[in-house]
């Protein structure tokens, strides 16, 4: 098994940036791809950043597009989410998820982080 462990969020200015870390413990060997998911209140949930363990290929919803960088230091087991030009529409609680394929919101996932933008 897999577990996903999520840090960093907090309470930003719209403008602002925050940077989520992820650390995945376990059968680490077994992870294809990982990524972000989030959901706001009354939301569905949304994929938003994905990236593949080992081509670093990587995918943004065009929500986030152009503002949010993923990113993985396969030596730790760690997943980044840099977030800059946060607006209000980013608050949400942000979720590491790991899967083979697919949309990243039908993955397991961790506990979430909040994130509040102002």
């Known amino acids: 098994q897999v577990q996903l462990v999520e840090s960093g969020g907090g309470s930003v200015q719209a403008g602002g940036s925050l940077r989520l870390s992820c650390a995945a413990s376990?059968?680490?060997?077994?992870?294809?791809?990982v990524g972000w998911v989030r959901q706001a209140p009354g939301k569905e949930r949304e994929g938003i950043a994905a990236?593949?363990?080992?081509?670093?290929?990587?995918w943004y919803a065009d929500s986030v597009k152009g503002r949010f960088t993923i990113s993985q230091d396969k030596a730790s087991n760690t997943l980044y989410l840099q977030m800059n030009s946060l607006k209000s529409e980013d608050a949400a609680v942000y979720y590491c998820?790991?899967?083979?394929?697919?949309?990243?919101?039908?993955?397991?996932r961790g506990q979430g982080t909040q994130v509040t933008v102002s």
């Open positions: 998820a790991r899967g083979y394929s697919g949309y990243p919101e039908t993955w397991p």
């Open positions: 376990g059968d680490t060997y077994s992870i294809n791809c």
């Open positions: 990236i593949r363990r080992s081509g670093g290929e990587t």
